[in-house]
């Protein structure tokens, strides 16, 4: 009796080892899988940009819309060969906004503060460009982390002239992502 006791306990304690490192090992892989919702907006920042690029480069313009227009990005197909557009829906929160003294720039309308900083945090942490401002009443306006508002219309401003010649304005995409002029 007292064999089956101890022979019971012994695999009571070696299933809930494997039980254990299971959990230790989903628990790792879990982590690892999850999509980080300010990575995805931060890199369809430079994917949209990236694109609206392109787009200047074939029309002599930048777009007016990233969707919802037959002259949008989404429309024309410049976001379909870029896999964090296609595996994503958030491109569509996505806006192009135009200020008369600043240029254009790719629009995040009505981002919360706490996503605003994070975006900020991380674009400053992988060294991307943190020029990133505030649209209001036809203006940018320049962010200071940490934002304090409650909500903020946070954009990144497109180069004012991309193709080739240092714009004299803001200039935030890096010269390798600037078309040639050819």
């Known amino acids: 009796m007292s064999v089956i006791l101890i022979v019971t306990a012994f695999l009571v304690v070696v299933f ?3 039980l254990r490192l299971r959990a230790i090992r989903e628990s790792t892989i879990e982590d690892e899988i999850v999509m980080d919702k300010t990575i995805i907006l931060l890199g369809l920042f430079y994917t949209i940009s990236s694109a609206c690029l392109k787009y200047f ?15 949008g990005l989404i429309e024309l197909g ?17 806006s192009m906004v135009t200020s ?3 240029g254009v720039a790719v629009c995040l309308a009505h981002a919360t503060t706490v996503l605003s900083n994070e ?6 942490e992988i060294n991307g460009p943190d020029q990133f401002v505030d649209y209001k009443s036809g203006q940018f306006i320049k962010l ?7 909500t903020i219309n946070l954009s990144l401003p497109l180069p004012l002239s991309p193709i080739g ?16 002029h050819t």
Do not use: C, N
Not at 60 to 65: D, H, K, L, T, V
Not at 119 to 124: E, F, R
Not at 165 to 180: C, F, L, Q, R
């Open 144 to 150: 200071v982390y940490p934002v304090t508002r409650y």
């Open 119 to 124: 975006i900020l945090m991380k674009a400053k």
């Open 16 to 18: 809930w080892g494997l």
């Open 165 to 180: 010649t240092k714009s004299p304005g803001v200039d935030i995409i890096d010269s390798g992502m600037i078309p040639k």
């Open 57 to 71: 480069r074939d029309h002599g313009s930048y777009p007016e819309a990233v969707i919802g227009d037959p002259k």
């Open 78 to 94: 410049y976001l379909k060969e870029e896999p964090l557009a296609q595996i994503t829906s958030a491109t569509k929160l996505f």
């Open 100 to 102: 008369d003294k600043g």
